[in-house]
């Protein structure tokens, strides 16, 4: 069969390879600092400029393949720098609000490059067993007591809404010792049209029945799973307290206080290798289809207890993906303690998966 110079030209395009475009990353770093002097500053911009790139790394890597997201993780976090450095068209976007500085980054990396690159780094390997290590829980529960939008008191139960960062409602228990207030925007649907609500004000309540009964039910879970020992640090630390009001308004600890709080922790305890903060936040129950629905949010970090000539800091080293789990029962006590069991499970499985991924410990 002859071809004219058209098929000609379409077998040609046909047969030649097709070259990708770069991929895109991009990722936000923020870090809070103090004092409010330049030094610190700079530091901030310096820790939010590293936190912006690796996060724009693990959203690209999430879209990738098992097997490349494997290999990913096995090399971290040597890779990241690697990686860096034949990036293309890179940039950081700084913005300093007066005490947190946040930086987006966004740059142009070639996928076979990439996987090259991840190919030819030498696996990271940890000889850390896990019942070899000890760590601490200290999170904070807490729910949305009331909000007051344009003006008007509005309770939780009657808007049905969940905070920007989280669902924010009644943990396992009625009872509550503080509430402290924050300002927050929502966004919900009414009959199908988007209506954005801001909120003037949002109350929260903070649970110490809640907080005990979480950390001590995510500490034995722990346990179970093969960790040497898990110290529930949520009702004993004095700085429990502290962090319990900063996240009760909706703010991140400052680098001052988890400074006080390492030193306190090294205190009690010298031998504490991981401490595991975060919050726990569980909704009211409302009737679904006759049964009772719960549903709770935890996000949190694992810190590692770094000692530098004595001198005790937290190093965070895993974020915990903001986790929400449903569950129902036939009663509002049976919905939300079956929701924070459940809870403490799937919290277990994320701390030991992320905590493998790191190369933290072996199991």
Known sequence: MKMNWKTML???ALSAPAFAAPMVLSGTGAEDYTP????????????AKETAFHAALDNLMARQSDSARQAFNER???????????CTNKGFEPKDTGDCVVVKFQ???DDVAMMDKIQSMKAAASDVQLNDVKVA?????RRIAANTVFGAEVSAEETGEAASEASVTEAATDSADAVVET???HAKKTAGTAVTQKADAQSYELDDVAKSEFNDGLSSVLLDKGFEEVVDLSMTLEGAAKIDEVMGTGKKPTPALWKEIAAEIAAEDPDIQYVIVGCF????PHEVGGQWESAATVTGNVFKMDNKNGKYSLKPIVALKP?????????????????MQCMTDEIAREILLKMQQKKIINK
């Open 137 to 141: 829980v200290l999170f904070t529960a």
């Open 183 to 185: 300002k927050k925007t």
């Open 76 to 86: 971290k976090p040597a890779v990241y720098q690697q990686l860096l450095d034949i």
């Open 281 to 284: 936040d569980a909704e009211n």
């Open 107 to 109: 740059a142009n990396i």
């Open 36 to 47: 409010k002097d330049a030094a610190s500053r700079e530091a901030a911009f310096a820790k």
């Open 323 to 339: 986790t929400t789990l449903k569950e129902k029962s036939n009663s509002q006590l049976d919905a939300k303690k079956t929701t």
């Open 10 to 12: 379409l077998a040609v």
